[in-house]
């Protein structure tokens, strides 16, 4: 049983993008694992920083909130915009929406 898990992961695992990018503090990884997260934090590279919820995955969708550095989402799937760039699909303060992993640093459970 554990064999066929680990063989799909594998699986699943080749058939992503060599260039899948994560937040910092997630590191790049291509890996299935890595990815199964139950929340993270927005990191930006200001203090005062904040990020932008927006309404799809990718910067063309419209931006529906703003999120202050150091705030918590929840996470509930992701996937590659058309740039490439993995997206989160977040849960914040009851509102969802999609934001960037490039901008959310790893899993404060």
């Not at 058939?15 to 994560?22: Q, T």
């Not at 997630?26 to 904040?50: E, H, K, L, P, Y």
């Not at 931006?63 to 992701?78: A, D, F, T």
């Not at 590659?80 to 992993?101: C, E, I, R, T």
Request: glycine fraction near 12%; hydrophobic fraction near 35%.
């Amino acid at each position: 049983m554990f064999s066929k898990l680990i063989i799909g992961a594998l699986i699943f695992t080749a058939a992503l993008p060599a260039s899948a990018e994560m937040g910092p503090g997630m590191g790049r990884t291509t890996s299935f694992a890595s990815r199964i997260q139950g929340s993270a934090t927005v990191c930006t590279n200001r203090d005062t920083g904040s990020l932008f919820l927006r309404t799809g995955p990718g910067q063309n969708y419209e931006q529906i909130r703003e999120i202050p550095n150091g705030e918590e989402v929840s996470l509930k799937g992701g996937e590659y915009a058309q740039d490439s760039k993995w997206w989160w699909h977040v849960s914040y303060k009851g509102k969802l929406g999609w934001a960037p992993a490039s901008f959310l640093c790893g899993d404060s459970r």
